[in-house]
């Protein structure tokens, strides 16, 4: 008896296209009671233990193997089902805000999962890996998980990573500052402040002398560096009649160049320090967060969810069509660097929305993005199925942009 022929790729493909309509629903009712219940947990970053357990334990039960603490940290996971080449990674993030999912994650989860699921249903010759990523908005001792990842090759061995944001639109690419933050810890010495002043070594003073200090350095840096710098101070004394024996400043520097930020992190604590020294305090300088780098876009690959979006009667806003300068910053920025990978941003809420509001945690609830959802894990899984096909552009354009953006951000 003959064998079988083998069906030709791109009948596989076609089919498995058209498959993910009804595969999908079979999912969805499980995609939302999983986001539901990471919205009602509202875990903060680090601390994300029943929310990674959920995401962890459903994607085994789905046949991933999934290797739960992950690089060192407790919450981290990462589930891959491995079938082959290409591999195809998705950036799950869990982490909410004090005042809850006011940015959305619980959303990024059920969305990562339910990419991994369906793109596992629909091929059988691409390995999937979702890494679960702890603390994107830079709580806790995992802080900007994904640079640690990154930094130590726990996010290598996937050809193209897809990430995920709810948004005020459909979008497609991402941009970023790089972004650090710092924390300045002034010591002094306390006395009593009308009887005894001499006697005390005033770290308040230091302080608020080094806030000014860093504002003004502001015109140092060029405009085409996009600085960004924000300060609160966290500590600054307990009782008026007391010097202040401690205060502190946490200082956070964004800037369109990677480089530039640590440039600029180095000139701020020789500053501090100087003017710590010259109070007679002395400073304990600590990263908060590490680097969250710049975003390396793959064009390529935004391109391809963007084709995706118009088949479904969407246009998306692509955002590789104008010159923008971004305005936040994202440790997914830190993957994009380690291999290519793309963005899609989906709709809550109204056009204008703030993230980080109460209103954008009400418009995060997930049954009320359901059918939203839906178009999102299709069209991403859909742009897998298509990008597995154009492994080498993807991979050329990668490496040009590395040149390019390294060689920019040393001009």
């Known amino acids: 008896m003959k064998k079988p022929l083998m069906k030709d790729k791109q009948l596989q493909y ?43 334990d459903y994607l085994e039960k789905k046949g991933f193997k999934v290797e ?17 080449n290409p591999s195809v990674g998705f950036l799950a993030e869990y982490d909410a805000l004090p005042n809850g999912h006011a940015c959305g994650h619980n959303l990024i989860a059920a969305w990562a999962v339910g990419c991994a699921v ?4 629909m091929s059988d010759d691409i390995s999937v890996t979702v890494l679960g990523t702890p603390s994107e908005e830079g709580i806790g001792e995992y802080a900007g998980s994904k640079a640690i990842m ?16 709810p948004d005020d639109q459909w979008g497609v690419g ?7 933050t710092l924390d300045l810890e002034f010591i002094g010495k306390a006395a009593h402040g009308a009887d005894s002043p001499e006697q005390g070594v005033n770290a308040l003073d230091a302080a608020v002398t080094t806030y000014m200090a860093i504002n003004n350095l502001r015109g140092w840096a060029k405009n085409d560096r996009h600085l960004v710098i924000g300060m609160i101070i966290t500590q600054g004394g307990k009782a008026t009649n007391v010097i ?39 400073l304990e300088c ?29 246009k998306p806003h692509n955002n590789h069509s104008s010159e923008y300068i971004p305005s936040g910053s994202t440790d997914e ?48 899984v859909r742009s897998a199925l298509s990008a597995s096909k154009h492994i080498q552009d993807i991979r050329d354009e990668y490496h040009a942009q590395r040149k390019h953006r390294g060689e920019l951000q040393r001009d």
């Open 150 to 165: 990154a930094d130590r090759g726990y996010a290598d061995g996937v050809d193209f990573y897809f990430g995920f944001h």
């Open 14 to 56: 076609e089919e498995s296209y058209y498959m993910s309509e009804s595969e999908i629903e079979k999912i969805m009712p499980e995609i939302l009671d999983i986001s539901g219940e990471i919205y009602r947990l509202a875990e903060l970053g680090s601390s994300e233990l029943k929310s990674s357990q959920i995401l962890a």
């Open 68 to 84: 739960k603490p992950y690089a060192g940290m407790k919450t981290a996971f990462r589930a891959t089902r491995n079938r082959g």
């Open 118 to 121: 369906l793109l596992s249903r």
């Open 333 to 380: 920025a830190n993957i994009s660097w380690v291999a290519p990978t793309g963005h899609l941003d989906m709709p809550i809420g109204y056009r204008g929305i703030s993230g980080h509001s109460e209103e954008f945690r009400q418009a995060a609830e997930p049954f009320r993005n359901a059918e939203n959802l839906r178009i999102a894990i299709l069209a991403t």
């Open 174 to 180: 991402s941009g970023a500052l790089a972004d650090l």
């Open 244 to 282: 202040p024996d401690v205060a502190e400043i946490q200082v956070e520097i964004r800037s369109t160049s990677s480089e530039f930020v640590g440039i600029f992190a180095e000139k701020v604590e020789r500053t501090a320090r100087s003017i710590a020294e010259s109070y007679g305090a002395s």
């Open 286 to 314: 600590r990263r908060i967060t590490p680097l969250y780098r710049d975003y390396l876009p793959n064009v390529r690959l935004d391109s391809i969810l963007y084709e995706e979006l118009l088949k479904v009667g969407l």
